[in-house]
């Protein structure tokens, strides 16, 4: 555990360190960029005219009050002061996170907590943005825990509470969640310090005060427009909706006044359920949803929801972590595909996640039989090894029960999006890729298999060959694979999980094999008059591949994972179908693919023998891992669940690896977000 522990905190050093660096080594005008409504040639400290006159600046006149000592400091230090202020603010915050967990606490958790917490929030969204724009937003929640702590009294507690509300309105909602939560004093001094720094505020500057009090709404309006994707509130989700005006206006009362009477009653009770840090999470997620804008550097709210838990069985635990810090971590493109119709949520996502955090996550309660001793997940003996020369990694335990389907579809998909990621960036320059391509066409010819041109000329010639070909190259590749997992998941969960890893290995290794080698498909070798029928005649020097062109590695030829996939298929097929025409058709599904990437001028023939080499490493590295590929090896033995020996016959683990695990799935429904 000790071990554990340095390695955490040494990564979160590290992280910590680089995001400091990454900042202080822009140049100055690129980096603390929202400094220069304070510092800038127009910024707040030097022109004396009124705060709000510009719109750039967007804090509370009390705000400007406090901060601007801060400001010059950091304007004479170049940033430095401020940078590492902000890191300061970070570590704070990550280990009041770490002492308002849900006690008891175990020793792992006491180790773990303050570093994880860390490195959690120095990878976010939020706190990147706050570093790299100059932001204050980390200081309103570091207070607001500050004030929560156990030994912190009424009175210190609600002077916090009122000065984070002063910098930050929306602060203001956590006064009626400690009068639910029954400290109404420390509720009233909270109002009160708010009511009376904004009064020395408005003693102080009357003309600015009334101009963001009274003219902009607590500051509404101020800043980028209300409808940009950056305001992840209700109110900015109804403009990018097309509403506008009196309509508007009057849903986003209904919708926030019911998230906000909902979510503060549920954070009230998992406060008095002893889930504090939930609590406050869940509030500031009721804030995010209901403000007029919630800019991405105040999300840092949604990033302390993670601290819920959710789901009965183990195996559903990790789905709502997973997805928090997805959201709060990678961009919506990550999360959701681009296309038109599906794009809307992930361009919404954080404030979805909101919303389902203070809303609708049946989070459980510490009372329930099942927040310490979850239902554990079965796994089976280790595999022997079938030759002693290789060296199985015993460590590695196979689970035997489904796993979540909401985690492995949000895994699938950034898996997928990292690997589209990685293939664009592989992308080598054309004249190498081609030259790769000479290469591959005259060692091709040196082995008389130098087929390509002459078959895609018989293709183009025939309209129906194309036509069948083309269809089978653009919907096959995907259709195929996802059908299978798509049953051995419904069937057999624990060849799923062995598949799954063999397949993910495969792709890893032909990105590696896109970024050492590049190279251009013959459709795109100039000269040689090949014949691109699914995309027809293209400028060389300009492909265009329709929606793909943008987002697609063009130069991505060796290996095929046409053939590499649909080869996988067909191991698969072999090992699980018992009918002689399945094996057959899983047999020639790969020579099809063959025929197909070849006739179509997408490969050559070498490049389905380089998918057909990833994918025996990719079970290959796989058995080393995990051992047999068996179904039989995977099911039999006796079970061992986490914490518990038990045992079952083989005969029992057939009769019940399906019908079972339907049934366990029927009555323990996970308790995961819909979303």
Same mark, same amino acid.
């Given at each position: 555990?000790?071990?554990?522990?340095?390695?955490?905190?040494?990564?979160?050093?590290?992280?910590?360190?680089?995001?400091?660096?990454?900042?202080?080594?822009?140049?100055?005008?690129?980096?603390?960029?929202?400094?220069?409504?304070?510092?800038?040639?127009?910024?707040?400290?030097?022109?004396?005219?009124?705060?709000?006159?510009?719109?750039?600046?967007?804090?509370?006149?009390?705000?400007?009050?406090?901060?601007?000592?801060?400001?010059?400091?950091?304007?004479?230090?170049?940033?430095?002061?401020?940078?590492?202020?902000?890191?300061?603010?970070?570590?704070?915050?990550?280990?009041?996170?770490?002492?308002?967990?849900?006690?008891?606490?175990?020793?792992?958790?006491?180790?773990?907590?303050?570093?994880?917490?860390?490195?959690?929030?120095?990878?976010?969204?939020?706190?990147?943005?706050?570093?790299?724009?100059?932001?204050?937003? !980390?200081?309103?929640?570091?207070?607001?825990?500050?004030?929560?702590?156990?030994?912190?009294?009424?009175?210190?507690?609600?002077?916090?509470?009122?000065?984070?509300?002063?910098?930050?309105?929306?602060?203001?909602?956590?006064?009626?969640?400690?009068?639910?939560?029954?400290?109404?004093?420390?509720?009233?001094?909270?109002?009160?310090?708010?009511?009376?720094?904004? /009064?020395?505020?408005?003693?102080?500057?009357?003309?600015?005060?009334?101009?963001?009090?009274?003219?902009?709404?607590?500051? /509404?309006?101020?800043?980028?427009?209300?409808?940009?994707?950056?305001?992840?509130?209700?109110?900015?989700?109804?403009?990018?909706?097309?509403?506008?005006?009196?309509?508007?206006?009057?849903?986003?009362?209904?919708?926030?006044?019911?998230?906000?009477?909902?979510?503060?009653?549920?954070?009230?009770? #998992?406060?008095?359920?002893?889930?504090?840090?939930?609590?406050?999470? +869940?509030?500031?997620?009721?804030?995010?949803?209901?403000?007029?804008?919630? &800019?991405?550097?105040?999300?840092?709210?949604?990033?302390?929801?993670?601290?819920?838990?959710?789901?009965?069985?183990?195996?559903?635990?990790?789905?709502?972590?997973?997805?928090?810090?997805?959201?709060?971590?990678?961009?919506?493109?990550?999360?959701?595909?681009?296309?038109?119709?599906?794009?809307?949520?992930?361009?919404?996502?954080?404030?979805?996640?909101?919303? /389902?955090?203070?809303?609708?996550?049946?989070?459980?309660?510490?009372?329930?039989?099942?927040?310490?001793?979850?239902?554990?997940?079965?796994?089976?003996?280790?595999?022997? /090894?079938?030759?002693?020369?290789?060296?199985?990694?015993?460590?590695?335990?196979?689970?035997?029960?489904?796993?979540?389907?909401?985690?492995?579809?949000?895994?699938?998909?950034?898996?997928?999006?990292?690997?589209?990621?990685?293939?664009?960036?592989?992308?080598?320059?054309?004249?190498?890729?081609?030259?790769?391509?000479?290469?591959?066409?005259?060692?091709?010819?040196?082995?008389?298999?130098?087929?390509?041109?002459?078959?895609?000329?018989?293709?183009?010639?025939?309209? &129906?060959?194309?036509?069948?070909?083309?269809?089978?190259?653009?919907?096959?590749?995907? +259709?195929?694979?996802?059908?299978?997992?798509?049953? +051995?998941?419904?069937?057999?969960?624990? +060849?799923?999980?062995?598949?799954?890893?063999?397949?993910?290995?495969?792709?890893?290794?032909?990105?590696?094999?896109?970024?050492? #080698?590049?190279?251009?498909?013959?459709?795109?070798?100039?000269?040689?008059?090949? !014949?691109?029928?699914?995309?027809?005649?293209?400028?060389?020097?300009?492909?265009?591949?329709?929606?793909?062109?943008?987002?697609?590695?063009?130069?991505?030829?060796?290996?095929?994972?046409?053939?590499? &996939?649909?080869?996988?298929?067909?191991?698969?097929?072999?090992?699980?179908?018992?009918?002689?025409?399945?094996?057959?058709?899983?047999?020639? #599904?790969?020579?099809?693919?063959?025929?197909? !990437?070849?006739?179509?001028?997408?490969?050559?023939?070498?490049?389905?023998?380089?998918?057909?080499?990833?994918?025996?490493?990719?079970?290959?590295?796989?058995?080393?891992?995990?051992?047999?590929?068996?179904?039989?090896?995977?099911?039999?033995?006796?079970?061992?669940?986490?914490?518990?020996?038990?045992?079952?016959?083989?005969?029992?683990?057939?009769?019940?690896?399906?019908?079972?695990?339907?049934?366990?799935?029927?009555?323990?429904?996970?308790?995961?977000?819909?979303?």
């Amino acid at each position: 555990m000790g071990v554990a522990s340095g390695v955490l905190w040494f990564l979160a050093i590290l992280l910590a360190a680089r995001q400091a660096v990454a900042v202080l080594q822009l140049p100055r005008d690129e980096r603390l960029t929202d400094l220069e409504t304070w510092t800038g040639p127009g910024g707040v400290l030097r022109v004396p005219g009124p705060l709000y006159e510009d719109g750039t600046f967007t804090g509370t006149p009390f705000a400007w009050l406090v901060l601007k000592p801060l400001t010059r400091a950091a304007e004479q230090g170049f940033g430095v002061f401020w940078t590492f202020g902000t890191l300061l603010l970070v570590v704070g915050l990550g280990f009041l996170a770490a002492r308002l967990l849900p006690g008891p606490v175990s020793r792992r958790t006491a180790l773990l907590a303050a570093p994880l917490a860390i490195i959690l929030l120095v990878v976010s969204l939020p706190v990147r943005n706050t570093f790299t724009l100059g932001q204050t937003s !980390i200081l309103p929640v570091l207070l607001v825990l500050l004030a929560f702590l156990p030994r912190v009294s009424s009175r210190r507690s609600g002077v916090l509470i009122g000065l984070a509300a002063a910098l930050q309105p929306t602060v203001l909602l956590f006064v009626p969640l400690l009068w639910l939560m029954g400290r109404r004093r420390v509720a009233a001094i909270s109002a009160g310090a708010f009511a009376g720094c904004s /009064a020395l505020a408005w003693a102080l500057l009357p003309h600015d005060s009334a101009t963001y009090w009274v003219n902009h709404v607590a500051g /509404a309006g101020l800043g980028l427009p209300a409808d940009s994707l950056h305001n992840q509130s209700l109110h900015g989700l109804l403009l990018r909706l097309g509403l506008s005006g009196l309509p508007e206006l009057a849903l986003f009362g209904v919708l926030a006044g019911t998230v906000a009477v909902f979510g503060l009653r549920r954070a009230a009770h #998992y406060a008095k359920d002893g889930q504090l840090l939930l609590a406050l999470a +869940m509030t500031g997620c009721v804030a995010v949803a209901i403000a007029p804008t919630a &800019w991405l550097h105040q999300q840092l709210w949604i990033l302390l929801a993670v601290v819920g838990r959710v789901g009965r069985r183990q195996a559903d635990r990790r789905v709502w972590p997973v997805l928090v810090v997805m959201v709060m971590t990678l961009s919506s493109a990550a999360i959701v595909p681009t296309t038109k119709g599906i794009r809307l949520i992930g361009e919404n996502a954080p404030l979805l996640v909101a919303i /389902a955090a203070a809303c609708a996550v049946p989070f459980l309660s510490r009372t329930s039989p099942h927040w310490d001793r979850p239902v554990p997940t079965e796994y089976g003996q280790p595999a022997p /090894a079938r030759y002693r020369w290789i060296p199985l990694l015993r460590f590695l335990r196979r689970p035997l029960s489904r796993p979540n389907l909401l985690l492995e579809l949000l895994l699938i998909r950034v898996c997928y999006w990292a690997y589209s990621y990685v293939r664009i960036s592989a992308a080598g320059a054309r004249g190498v890729a081609e030259e790769h391509g000479r290469q591959i066409l005259a060692l091709e010819s040196a082995l008389r298999i130098d087929v390509e041109h002459a078959f895609n000329s018989v293709v183009a010639k025939q309209p &129906w060959l194309e036509v069948t070909l083309n269809l089978a190259y653009t919907n096959l590749h995907f +259709m195929v694979p996802l059908a299978l997992l798509g049953w +051995m998941y419904a069937h057999r969960p624990a +060849m799923f999980r062995w598949t799954r890893a063999a397949l993910g290995i495969t792709t890893l290794l032909a990105l590696l094999c896109f970024w050492l #080698y590049p190279l251009a498909p013959p459709r795109l070798m100039p000269g040689l008059d090949f !014949i691109d029928t699914v995309n027809g005649p293209q400028d060389l020097n300009s492909p265009e591949f329709g929606a793909l062109t943008d987002v697609s590695n063009q130069y991505a030829a060796m290996p095929s994972l046409h053939v590499g &996939w649909s080869l996988w298929c067909a191991i698969v097929i072999a090992l699980l179908a018992r009918p002689l025409w399945l094996r057959v058709a899983g047999f020639l #599904y790969p020579l099809l693919t063959t025929v197909v !990437i070849v006739g179509t001028a997408n490969h050559y023939l070498l490049d389905a023998v380089g998918g057909s080499v990833v994918v025996a490493c990719g079970f290959g590295l796989q058995y080393v891992l995990m051992g047999r590929s068996k179904e039989e090896q995977e099911l039999a033995g006796p079970q061992e669940p986490e914490g518990a020996a038990g045992s079952m016959d083989s005969k029992e683990r057939d009769k019940k690896g399906t019908a079972g695990s339907d049934e366990a799935s029927a009555s323990e429904k996970p308790q995961v977000p819909a979303g």
